[in-house]
T-cell receptor, first 117, second 112 residues
Framework: DADVTQTPRNRITKTGKRIMLECSQTKGHDRMYWYRQDPGLGLRLIYYSFDVKDINKGEISDGYSVSRQAQAKFSLSLESAIPNQTALYFC????????????????FGSGTRLTVV | TQLLEQSPQFLSIQEGENLTVYCNSSSVFSSLQWYRQEPGEGPVLLVTVVTGGEVKKLKRLTFQFGDARKDSSLHITAAQPGDTGLYLCAGVKMDSSYKLIFGSGTRLLVRP
């Protein structure tokens, strides 16, 4: 099984619908993140959580909400989807201690491709 | 505006050629990471550089962190088709948040 699992992998939804993207991890990491990837813009941080009781907005949180149900689970919701939320969404985790690389390396899921029509 | 600027945005080269990708910022980072992303997958960590002036090698890939910790470069020697992918640099800000800020990426195509 993958260290970070995202469901669904692909989703097409209509404007105005509520949709939830789910993420679960087996890394045992406290820190979890949701990023959005658009062509030419790299990855932009939507929300992040450093533990179960900690939720923080990233740089583009408007129109999104999150829930940290457990250490291993972090879900992202679009309350009323709009077409410009069409993108590739990634969940990631990181340790709160420096790894052997010397930094706080992130482990990413395989992504959810969301299309809002 | 991007906090981290990568150049070039796209690079198409012949197998065997050398190339360098740049990641620049006006901000100082406590560390900088390089990731490679393949279609349909999430980014995968290649290396983290932490100390100003640090150089790390990963087979044919050489990573350098600028002395002032504001920029980094990735040099690939004798590129191979398997090196094809999207290369992303990402910096950890100097505040205590440990959040990664990503560059816009360099899409590399190595033709056989």
């Amino acid at each position: 099984d993958a260290d970070v699992t995202q469901t669904p992998r692909n989703r097409i939804t209509k404007t105005g619908k509520r949709i939830m993207l789910e993420c679960s991890q087996t890394k045992g990491h406290d820190r979890m993140y949701w990023y959005r990837q658009d062509p030419g813009l790299g990855l932009r941080l939507i929300y992040y959580s450093f533990d179960v009781k900690d939720i923080n907005k990233g740089e583009i949180s408007d129109g999104y909400s999150v829930s940290r149900q457990a250490q291993a689970k972090f879900s992202l919701s679009l309350e009323s989807a709009i077409p410009n939320q069409t993108a590739l969404y990634f969940c990631a985790t990181s340790s709160n201690t420096r790894g052997r690389h010397g930094g706080y390396g992130y482990t990413f899921g395989s992504g959810t491709r969301l299309t809002v029509v | 505006t991007q906090l981290l600027e990568q150049s070039p945005q796209f690079l198409s080269i012949q197998e065997g050629e050398n190339l360098t990708v740049y990641c620049n910022s006006s901000s100082v980072f406590s560390s900088l990471q390089w990731y490679r992303q393949e279609p349909g997958e999430g980014p995968v960590l290649l290396v983290t550089v932490v100390t100003g002036g640090e150089v790390k090698k990963l087979k044919r890939l050489t990573f350098q962190f600028g002395d002032a910790r504001k920029d980094s470069s990735l040099h690939i020697t004798a590129a191979q088709p398997g090196d094809t992918g999207l290369y992303l640099c990402a910096g950890v800000k100097m505040d205590s948040s440990y959040k990664l800020i990503f560059g816009s990426g360099t899409r590399l195509l190595v033709r056989p």
